[in-house]
């Protein structure tokens, strides 16, 4: 009978879990171990559950009836084993050490008990022991990876390198992928070589060599002391044995040196190549430039050689000083090129004579920039270089060694947000423009391998990687890099639209930039729109200035950008605004409607006749409320008994009109999050899901719901910009706090925005702002729409 309940308990218990119940979840889970202690499936499931909720509270519970049932029953494997694991798990080793011990004499042949046992002996060092619980869990089981790869890990750490080969190597065969292994291995190689160079073995030393470059081609330059240590050896051992006149040994022995051409050698050779100032000098029919380049090579041989000198231009200390300049570059100078200013791009205009020029440039002014950020001034350090392309078909800024105004053409684009603007000077150097906002970055010297960041509201940026993927991309295409750099022919002016991939984006800043073009009577100056799958609305839909003829759409936003660019000879810009007008949404909004078909008009005008018509969101990963389920039945079940014709509208994933490899998996798990939601609710409560409808679809049912509820994130777009309603929202610490709402859905953000009603949350996890989950009380969001449902009209 016991077991039967403690089933009905598993079965509870694993329904919890599907809902995303946690806590509940493990108290089922409990009181099935407490009616049968000896069952595997409800330990395992526990387990699951509190590795995903990661709370000491619950781990210490854990631990305590683990600890009561092997008292009560010590000869039960299963209380030792997983007491193991929850000691492991909270990094209590020499407890895990005892309890996996205890396992492991009771039944000698369970594998798990052995192989994390050797895990907890190598955290404490006890190499001896570590390797006699590997070489166990072996024996039991021969085909798992990491007990092989940590046999030979802890076989290192004591030094013991010839022994470490051969579990290694083993690991390697049941996967040749694995990159950690490759990288153990090929250590132990090169140290090997190393001691029998000393030993003058260098027959069997220039074995390990090969070896390790085999492994890992891309380390090549960081194995090279080695190879020229061998070398060395190879040409005095044979000018010895020459000396001794057996020359045809002696040439032998010069033709052991190791003198492998690699392709990763040039590298180097096509990266400066690529930043001469005479790009087009270069020979395209050298043996060098015909080379096929793998970019993934040449990444990771750019982030093992280049070391850069970063100058954070915000934070300057006396070495950045005196490296300014040592370097020959001008303190002023950088300062001034980080400035996004009207006026001073007019000057850097005028100063280059036309030729045809009559009179002095002025770049538009009809409608005047609107940001109202002043917390976030640096965000808009980009609004006047992108209008200056525009109109100009050039970027300017100056050089910052000799302080003359210069211009480029010559446009890179990279990894979804950033521009390189190549300019030649006194050297070539890169102005980065970039992020969300479309602002100056950083300036880069290829030459001196120096970088300048200018803002420290972007120093979460790993600008060194950046460069070092550009770099993997244009040295891989360096023949068409090369063709589009020393193109004398006039450059078309393209505007990139969906490369953010973001909603809220796409509206605040790239629709909005957009709005800015028109209204200052500039789209004609475009040439071109290149625009990604990430097209939330057709852009000459809203915007029906926009010529058809010049939207070029991509099959991706990241490589199709590139490539279009280069081999169409393009000039990029991504234009942004910071500033979402009544005029902007009515577009977005009469757009929609004419897409509407007349069955969705009709099942509106019935969802219409409910009251409150509510809007609920579901989120299905990243910054997740925790309890959402649970809590949103309550809200729901709560409401229903105040209004008795209430109905609800169950938003979530948006598609759009190019179909994307996620919407399917998102769709489908945010509808089965729907109906889980739908099974803890009365069935007389209308409801309708707009779960995967189209964004379109969206914005009409927006503007016709009464109140929204809903995490903070993009989907805010569709009920707080567009429709302009009344929003409670909830979310995680750091964006859950009033500093964010005030700013980004207020009238800072939207011209006459109704500000959203914030519920904050309680963190569940530190993994970064875009992606902690939380938790908050579904009491406190049903009181703030209780509250405001009291003022609003029923009869709207």
């Known amino acids: ?79 030792h084993h997983f007491l193991g694991d929850a000691f492991r798990h909270q990094k209590h080793w020499e407890n895990a050490i005892s309890a996996y011990g205890y396992a492991t004499e009771i039944d000698p042949n369970f594998f798990w008990s052995f192989n994390f046992l050797g895990d907890c002996l190598r955290q404490t060092q006890q190499w001896n022991d570590a390797t006699i619980a590997y070489q166990e869990a072996i024996r039991i089981n021969p085909t798992y990876i990491w007990s092989y790869h940590f046999l030979g890990e802890t076989f290192k750490n004591m030094q013991k390198w010839f022994e470490s080969i051969a579990p290694y190597q083993k690991a390697l065969e049941l996967d040749p992928k694995c990159n950690n292994t490759r990288k153990s291995l090929a250590e132990v190689y090169i140290y090997l070589g190393k001691v029998l160079v000393e030993q003058d073995d260098l027959d069997s030393a220039l074995e390990f060599y090969n070896n390790a470059v085999e492994l890992l081609h891309s380390q090549i330059y960081a194995y090279s002391e080695l190879r020229q240590l061998i070398t060395r050896g190879y040409y005095e051992l044979g000018l010895k044995i020459g000396q001794r006149g057996d020359l045809d040994k002696a040439i032998k022995i010069f033709q052991k040196v190791p003198n492998r051409s690699y392709q990763w050698d040039i590298y180097d050779y096509l990266w400066r190549s690529l930043n001469t100032n005479l790009v087009y000098l270069i020979d395209d029919n050298t043996k060098d430039s015909q080379l096929e380049i793998i970019e993934q090579e040449a990444f990771d041989y750019f982030s093992k050689t280049c070391q850069y000198k970063i100058i954070n231009l915000y934070s300057l200390t006396e070495s950045d000083q005196l490296l300014i300049h040592q370097s020959g570059l001008s303190l002023a100078n950088l300062e001034l090129m980080r400035q996004d200013n009207v006026n001073l791009e007019e000057i850097y205009i005028n100063s280059f004579d036309e030729g045809d020029q009559t009179g002095t440039i002025k770049l538009s002014r009809k409608v005047e920039r609107e940001f109202r950020f002043s917390s976030q001034p640096n965000w808009s350090q980009g609004m006047s270089l992108q209008q200056t392309i525009v109109e100009t078909e050039y970027v300017y800024t100056i050089c910052p060694f000799t302080g003359k105004i210069v211009r480029s053409n010559q446009s890179i684009w990279w990894a979804n947000v950033f521009v390189f603007y190549r300019f030649v000077s006194r050297e070539v150097f890169y102005l980065l423009v970039g992020d969300c906002y479309a602002t100056r970055l950083c300036i880069y010297f290829p030459k001196s391998e120096t970088i300048c ?133 009515s577009r977005i909004y009469n757009a929609s409607l004419k897409k509407c078909s007349q069955d969705f008009f009709q099942k509106l005008e019935k ?64 509808t089965k999050i729907m109906k889980t939601i739908l099974a803890l609710i009365p069935e007389n409560i209308n409801t309708y899901s707009i779960i995967g409808s189209m964004t379109y679809e969206k914005v009409i049912w927006a503007h016709a719901i009464d109140l929204c509820i809903a995490p903070i994130g993009a989907g805010l777009t569709f009920t707080s910009w567009i429709a302009n309603k009344t929003c409670v929202v909830h979310g995680h610490s750091g964006f859950g706090n009033t500093q964010y709402i005030d700013t980004t859905y207020s009238s800072l953000t939207r011209e006459n925005c109704v500000k959203p009603i914030l519920v904050a949350g309680v963190d569940l996890d530190e993994s970064g702002l875009y992606t902690n989950d939380y938790d908050c009380d579904w009491i406190d969001i049903y009181n703030e729409v209780v509250k405001i449902l009291k003022n609003i009209n029923p009869q709207r």
């Not at 009251?611 to 299905?620: A, E, K, M, V």
């Open 1 to 79: 009978m016991s077991l039967e309940s403690a089933s009905n308990y598993l079965s509870e218990g694993q329904k919890l879990s599907q809902e995303g119940k946690l806590q509940d979840a493990i108290k089922a889970y409990f009181k099935a171990l407490e009616l049968a202690p000896d069952f595997f499936d409800a330990y395992h499931q526990l387990g699951e559950c509190l590795a995903r909720l990661n709370q000491q509270p619950y781990w210490e519970s854990a631990i305590t009836l683990y600890q009561r049932i092997r008292e009560q029953q010590p000869g039960l494997l299963w209380p």
């Open 453 to 585: 960041p200018f803002f420290a509201d972007f120093s979460y940026y790993d600008y060194a990687q950046i460069i070092n993927q550009f770099k993997g991309r244009c040295v891989k295409d360096h023949k068409n890099m090369m063709t589009y750099l020393s193109n004398p022919e006039k450059k078309e002016v393209v505007s990139v639209l969906g490369a953010i991939a973001n909603l809220s984006h796409y509206v605040w800043n790239e629709l909005s930039g957009i709005e800015y073009l028109c209204d200052n009577y500039l789209l004609n100056k475009i040439d071109k729109f290149l625009v990604t799958p990430f097209e939330f609305w057709n852009l000459e839909e809203v915007f029906p200035e926009v010529d058809q003829n010049k939207i070029i759409r991509l099959p991706d936003f990241h490589t199709s950008i590139y490539e279009t660019i280069i081999k169409n000879n393009y000039f990029a810009v991504m234009i942004c605004g910071f500033w979402v007008q009544e005029k902007l949404i």
């Open 607 to 670: 969802a219409q006749k409910n009251f409150p018509l509510l809007w609920i969101t579901i989120r299905s990963s990243r910054r997740v409320w925790f309890s959402q389920v649970e809590g949103i039945a309550n809200i729901i079940k709560s409401l229903a008994s105040d209004f008795p014709n209430l109905a609800v509208v169950f938003d979530g994933w948006s598609r759009t009109e190019r179909k994307s490899d996620e919407e399917d998996y998102r769709t489908d798990l945010e």
